[in-house]
């Protein structure tokens, strides 16, 4: 069975700095039409940078959507025309203050597919070398140092609830132990 849903009509209802919002007539497989509404974003990239020790750099900021404060791993939206690598590299340095003399591509990730195009490019970063933060302006962070055995006891007591976060410290605690290459 085909399950591609065809847009029939398409209106732009909003258009902002971070987002868009289309609302969408579509013809569903069977012939019938729904409403579908979409967040249009350009995606980012994050990056689970891991010292020498094991340990995870995590960035701990207020999240208003949620009126909560995460803990994540350091992440950005992509710039027009950036490429993801280049993202998650300038969002490590600017969250924390490291740069990494390697960087991987870990995952891919759709933020929530039901509604929104955001995707995520996840990396893992090794050899980290120091220096200083430099959040942009408006950005209230720190940067916490935490054991990859510890983030995963938080995941499962749900303290760390950030989906990017969690996929990103499962895969790298499966890298620490040898259990996935990449």
């Not at 701990?60 to 949620?66: E, G, H, I, L």
């Not at 891919?108 to 996840?122: N, W």
């Amino acid at each position: 069975m085909d399950y591609e849903e065809k847009t029939v009509s398409k209106k732009n209802v909003y258009d902002g700095n971070i987002i868009e919002v289309d609302v969408l007539k579509v013809s569903q497989p069977d012939g019938r039409e729904a409403t579908r509404e979409i967040v249009r974003h350009s995606g980012g990239a994050a990056v689970v940078p891991i010292s020498d020790k094991g340990e995870v750099y995590l960035v701990r900021q207020y999240r208003k959507p949620v009126e909560i404060e995460l803990l994540e791993i350091p992440a950005g939206k992509l710039d027009k025309g950036e490429e993801p690598l280049e993202c998650a590299k300038r969002e490590l340095k600017e969250e924390t203050g490291l740069e990494a003399k390697k960087m991987r591509h870990l995952i891919d990730l759709y933020c929530a597919p039901g509604y929104s195009s955001e995707k995520v490019y996840i990396y893992v970063a090794t050899d980290l070398i120091e220096g200083e933060a430099c959040a942009d302006e408006g950005e209230f962070i720190s940067t916490e140092k935490i054991p990859i055995h510890e983030l995963v006891k938080m995941i499962i007591n749900n303290e760390i609830t950030d989906a990017k976060t969690v996929a990103g410290i499962l895969l790298a605690e499966k890298i620490i132990k040898g259990e996935i290459e990449i």
